[in-house]
């Protein structure tokens, strides 16, 4: 199935936001972890349902150094041309 630009930038929003939506199974767990809790707890029913909840971070991207990284794809095509072009190969057959 294909799928426009368009709509993969939307499904990767979705996507981003989706963990932290509303859903109700996650109350219900968090209901039976805080009921557990307060079983073997001190004092009991001091765990509200919130607390249990499970909440997701996005996470953040690295610092990229922009500059590092041209100064490594030039290198790396500098080095793919010597190869093609057999430059600096001859000292290491000299030296066999």
């Known amino acids: 199935m294909k799928?426009?630009?368009t709509e993969f930038e939307e499904w990767k929003y979705y996507l981003d936001l989706e963990p932290n939506f509303?859903?109700?199974?996650?109350?219900?767990?968090?209901?039976?972890?805080?009921?557990?809790?307060?079983?073997?707890?001190?004092?009991?029913g001091g765990f509200p349902v919130e607390q249990s909840l499970l909440k997701f971070e996005k996470k953040k991207q690295p610092v990229v150094d922009e500059?590092?990284?041209k100064q490594e794809k030039i290198q790396q095509a500098k080095s793919t041309w010597?190869?093609?072009l057999g430059i600096g190969q001859e000292k290491k057959k000299k030296g066999r």
């Open 67 to 69: 500059e590092k990284i």
């Open 3 to 5: 799928t426009t630009a």
């Open 22 to 44: 509303f859903h109700r199974e996650d109350y219900y767990w968090a209901q039976i972890a805080s009921a557990i809790k307060s079983l073997f707890s001190t004092k009991p």
């Open 82 to 84: 010597k190869m093609w």
